[in-house]
């Protein structure tokens, strides 16, 4: 007999946080959560998306013991933007067992129904920078420190627990051009005509601290270019505050590309880092007392770079500046002697951030759903 019983305590919340380490103990391409900021994900005063959002979260025990875990939200700005009615999967973890993973789905559904609500749908998060989409092909390589990883049989339960495909998002691995590649050099001459024609320029820094002046208008070019896409809402400022004290210590500069106008108003920026998926994994996802030595040496000599963000302003998108951007990174990786980059899950429709992996040795390799049911 399955049991749920609901995260209630910070001792729940530790069990809830913990519980994929025990699951995926032994498997190689599992990469962990970093605790601290996992564990900071469940509290209003450390998570300022619930300021438009609902959450509650729950674990199943068999026999005294943890055998799955979800979570559900309720993204109340979402559902007001799109007009929906829908509850969001999040976190979801079990072992192979369809009485266990009915029981978990169930508690998601039933919270939805007294809400009134529709539909559910999910994995997601509480934003669109949160992890997202369960994976559906590519169980055979490691996960990267951005995105979720889970067993082959996963898909199976969704689908027999009345799930449908709602909507896919597909990655590449991209390698390095050589040193001197051509294809750099034309890209180069490119830019230099497309900046002078449009007084656009490239805002060079050293150091991250340098980019504070154009970090701060990072998410309102992210809240004007994502704005179409699936699930997207505006991030409210204590939100991207958050992401930025998170995120911005964990950024390379030499990976950090930023295009400003005349006025120095950000029109468009790529953001990469350094991949710390293993320094992650080889931590268990703890920064004390040694994960930060970690983390800071994969920082400074990476080998594989993973790809976050590119936004152009709709202005200059025809202008070709995301190609200008990824170029830019191209040429650091190739300075740092990076020898493979990994693209954040993209929507399978969108054949603009895809079409720049064309001009590079690019193979999608994995890929992730969304999957919805009514309810």
């Keep these: ?161 009345g799930y449908e495909k709602d909507t896919d998002w597909v990655e590449y691995r991209i390698k390095a051009p050589e040193k001197g590649d051509k294809r750099l050099e034309r890209v180069t001459k490119v830019a230099e005509h497309v900046m002078a024609r449009s007084k656009i320029r490239f805002y060079d820094i050293k150091k991250i601290k340098e980019a504070k002046p154009i970090i701060i208008q990072i998410f309102d070019l992210l809240s004007e270019c994502y704005k179409h896409l699936y699930g997207v809402v505006p991030y409210t400022e204590n939100v991207a505050k958050d992401y930025l004290r998170r995120f911005t210590p964990l950024l390379n500069p ?24 293993k320094a992650i994994k080889r931590c268990g996802g703890h920064l004390f007392p040694f994960g930060w030595a970690y983390l800071l040496y994969s920082l400074h000599h990476p080998k594989e770079i993973e790809l976050y963000l590119v936004a152009v302003h709709p202005d200059y998108q025809k202008a070709g500046l995301a190609a200008l951007l990824m170029n830019e990174i191209t040429k650091s990786a190739i300075e740092y002697g990076v020898q493979y980059a990994e693209s954040s899950p993209e929507l399978e429709d969108n054949k603009h951030v895809q079409d720049l992996w064309k001009n590079y040795e690019a193979e999608q390799h994995k890929r992730r759903r969304c999957y919805h049911k009514m309810l």
């Excluded at 120095?264 to 880092?273: C, P, S, Y």
Aim: glycine share 8%; hydrophobic share 40%.
């Design 1 to 161: 007999m399955v049991e749920i019983k609901e995260v209630l305590s910070k001792s729940d919340i530790k069990k809830f946080v913990y519980f994929p380490d025990k699951l995926y103990k032994g498997e190689k391409n599992y990469i962990p959560e970093l605790k601290s900021d996992e564990m900071a994900m469940y509290s209003p005063e450390t998570n300022f998306s619930f300021e438009y959002c609902d959450a509650r979260f729950f674990l199943a025990y068999r026999d005294g013991k943890i055998v799955g875990r979800i979570g559900a939200i309720v993204n109340k700005m979402a559902n007001e933007m799109w007009n929906e009615k829908k509850i969001r999967i999040t976190r979801v973890d079990f072992i192979d067992d369809l009485e266990v993973s009915g029981a978990l789905f169930a508690a998601v559904e039933n919270w939805g129904k007294e809400l009134g609500l529709t539909e559910v749908h999910g994995p997601l998060g509480f934003t669109d920078l949160d992890k997202e989409g369960l994976l559906v092909e590519g169980f055979d390589r490691m996960g990267t420190s951005v995105t979720i990883y889970n067993y082959p049989y996963y898909p199976k339960h969704f689908e027999a627990h």
């Design 254 to 277: 030499a990976f950090a590309k930023f295009i400003v106008d005349e006025n120095d108003k950000l029109v468009g920026f790529g953001l990469a880092a350094p991949s710390l998926a």
